[in-house]
């Protein structure tokens, strides 16, 4: 069983950053791909990006970002502290949602229905 905590949300101005953490705890983090997706009121879930599990555990694996967050966002992972990053600059009011990470060992990168562990949601707010 994998707990993530995502913390760092909050409100921003159109044009500013803000930085997502996600902390893991009670499985082996290196070996899973870990996703972010957001959800907006009235929206489906939407993929953000994801990183792969590294071939060395101190390493960073593959990261796919979704178009329309590509080049404005990056994520980032750190084996040695359980946890995973994402950072998020020239946000824009479409980024408004709320922020999940989710831990994977299904292969299954962009879509949801791949993950299983979920954290509870950090909200993001970019105001215009």
């Known amino acids: 069983q994998v707990q993530l905590v995502e913390s760092g949300g909050g409100l921003v101005q159109t044009g500013g950053s803000l930085r997502l953490s996600c902390a893991a705890s009670g499985g082996s983090f290196s070996r899973y791909t870990m996703g972010w997706f957001r959800q907006a009121p009235g929206k489906e879930r939407e993929f953000v990006g994801a990183v792969t599990p590294g071939r060395i555990t101190w390493n960073s694996g593959n990261v796919y970002y979704s178009d329309s967050v590509k080049g404005r966002f990056t994520i980032s992972r750190d084996n040695a502290k359980n946890t995973v990053a994402l950072q998020m600059n020239s946000l824009k009011p479409e980024d408004t949602a709320v922020y999940s990470c989710?831990?994977?060992?299904?292969?299954?990168?962009?879509?949801?229905?791949?993950?299983?562990?979920w954290g509870q949601g950090t909200q993001v707010t970019v105001s215009s």
């Open positions: 989710a831990a994977s060992l299904s292969g299954v990168v962009r879509h949801p229905d791949g993950y299983t562990y």
